[in-house]
């Protein structure tokens, strides 16, 4: 099944030929059945699986928590490191590049995960390493300006999303279909693009108020938030085909970046959102 989704297309195991809906393999040329080692079965026109067993709930669980837990570490790290926002004289400088270097490291290897072909383990968790860099230093000015506990409510409400759309998801039976895949697709590059565009704009003093705490800015984080929802569907899919689909166990590691961005994506948004609400 080819996906339009940018970090599950580069996956060639779950986008080979033959497999339908739910990654199940199609008959193939009986002349391409093997007969497989002794005392090993073979399913009929199967691709048989690489070397290190196949993906797992299990190992898409392990690999997701070690690359949330790298988040949490230098986010943590990030917020000890750098100035006490307390004093009002302190220098923030070394804060604002904290969050400029994290954001834009781990933007570009987004895009390098997103689009390389084998999937590699260290430059996913290099991109959560710098990903929480970000996220420590972006709290840490939330705090120090919203305060009464907004990063605390941020962060359980993520989560709170996530077992909330992993029960839809279950409960609901959802099916991910390719209209859903292009729709969810458009709309990150097309936030993506947008939020380019403001941060450029308002380096020539002019924007459009999409980060701002008015309406604008309530209204780009709602849409934010949703399309992180709609971007876990997407994730708990992948997941679930290419499991019944047998793809190769590294690839737990692409399904692992994919629901650390959705994450990522949906804490910044309900961050922005609960800033926005607890401001004078």
């Not at 199967?46 to 190992?59: K, L, N």
């Not at 290897?109 to 959560?128: E, G």
């Amino acid at each position: 099944m080819q996906s339009n989704n940018p970090v599950f297309r580069r996956s060639e195991e779950f986008n080979r030929p033959g497999a339908n809906a739910y990654g199940t393999q199609t008959y193939a040329d009986p002349s391409t059945w093997g007969t497989g080692a002794a005392g090993q079965e073979q399913e009929f026109g199967r691709t048989p699986v690489a070397t290190g067993g196949p993906m797992t709930i299990d190992s898409v669980v392990q690999k997701t928590g070690i690359s949330l837990g790298v988040v949490i570490v230098f986010a943590a790290l990030t917020w000890m490191l750098t100035p006490n926002l307390d004093d009002a004289n302190v220098d923030i400088g070394p804060l604002i590049g904290a969050v400029t270097i994290g954001s834009l490291g781990a933007f570009v290897l987004s895009m390098v995960n997103s689009f390389k072909r084998n999937i590699s383990p260290a430059l996913v968790l290099a991109f959560c390493a710098l990903e929480g860099v970000a996220l420590g230093g972006l709290s840490k000015l939330f705090d120090a300006q919203f305060g009464d506990g907004i990063v605390t409510q941020a962060v359980i409400g993520t989560f709170a999303a996530f077992a909330g759309t992993l029960a839809a998801y279950k409960v609901l039976n959802i099916k991910v279909g390719n209209k859903f895949r292009t729709f969810v697709t458009a709309a990150v590059f097309g936030m993506v693009a947008l939020s380019v565009l403001e941060l450029v704009l308002g380096m020539f003093g002019s924007e459009f108020g999409l980060f701002g705490f008015g309406a604008m800015g309530l209204l780009f984080a709602v849409a934010g938030l949703v399309l992180g929802v709609f971007m876990l569907i997407m994730d708990f899919d992948f997941v679930e085909q290419g499991v019944a689909n047998r793809i190769p166990e590294r690839e737990s590691w692409r399904a692992a970046f994919a629901m650390t961005v959705s994450l990522v994506w949906i804490y910044t948004n309900l961050l922005r959102i609960l800033a926005i609400f607890n401001q004078d």
